[in-house]
């Protein structure tokens, strides 16, 4: 055995480094074992989460997760509809990561070189909700038109209330005038379960979130809208590493399991 070979084991028996072993810093920017599993990377700082309402329950669900994993983390969510969280990052919102329910609103800050390449994360679709037992007998988009029902929707501005509006002209029926336009899908939700509305379009997501406080009412698929939720890490950011770690673990099987448990459909 050469001098250099003897000098090497016995710095390795000296540091106990374990010299058949390395770390190296993962994809996400966390620093992880070779071999270990991510969830055991460990995030710290600061981290401000935007994401769209209908986001909330799942998110939610996930902040609490990852702080429970990670002591030195602290995640702030934000939630509201995706355009007025467009507009909050434009004029300088301390945004980490963003999450839209619409590509259109992602691309106005990918056009405006704010965000890292997007990635989509989960997609969506629409249901009509109305109070339980349907006491209007609503079983169709064209019955939430009826003389006698009040219908309130998302604002056209909003992904849900865009949607919303696809869905009336794919089904062939006028455009929708609606008793109020609400700013995000929990507002137009609260006007259901007041019962200041007697129907309601938004998400699937958003029926299975309010549990028996309301009833769904399916929209058939010819007629309904498929809504893509893009995520992306804000270049501004000053916790990159945790927002990335944060985009994994959305895109990842953990967060893709809470997002399917809330009733999102996957990615593709």
């Known amino acids: 055995m050469t001098r250099r070979v003897l000098a090497m084991v016995a710095l390795c028996i000296v540091i106990g480094a374990g010299c058949g072993s390395s770390s190296k810093p993962s994809s996400s920017g966390a620093t992880t074992t070779t071999g270990s599993s991510p969830s055991s990377s460990k995030l710290t700082g600061d ?90 007998n609503i079983t169709t988009l064209a019955d939430t038109e009826k003389s006698g029902v009040t219908l309130v929707l998302a604002d056209p501005s909003v992904p849900a209330g865009k949607y919303a509006r696809q869905a009336y002209e794919k089904a062939g029926l006028p455009e929708p005038q609606p008793a ?38 399916a929209i058939p698929d010819n007629q309904n809208v498929v809504a893509t939720y893009p995520i992306a890490v804000l270049k501004a950011s000053k916790n990159q590493s945790a927002a990335q770690a944060y985009v994994a673990e959305i895109v990842g099987a953990d967060g893709q399991a809470e997002l399917k448990s809330k009733g999102f459909l996957p990615p593709s």
Not at 91 to 115: C, H, I, K, R, Y
């Open 47 to 136: 981290l401000n989460v935007f994401a769209a309402a209908s986001l909330t329950d799942a998110f939610n669900e996930i902040k609490t997760k990852l702080e429970g994993e990670n002591a030195g983390l602290h995640i702030t969510n934000n939630f509201a509809g995706s355009q007025a969280l467009v507009a909050q990052i434009q004029q300088g919102a301390p945004a980490d990561v963003f999450a839209s329910a619409s590509e259109a609103n992602m691309q106005t800050l990918v056009d405006g070189g704010l965000v890292e390449t997007p990635q989509t994360f989960a997609k969506n679709i629409l249901e009509i909700a109305v109070a339980p037992g349907n006491p209007k």
């Open 180 to 217: 109020s336009n609400e700013l995000d899908v929990k507002s137009v939700m609260t006007k259901l379960t007041s019962g200041e509305a007697d129907a309601v379009v938004v998400y699937v997501t958003d029926v299975q979130a309010a549990g028996d406080k309301v009833e769904g009412v």
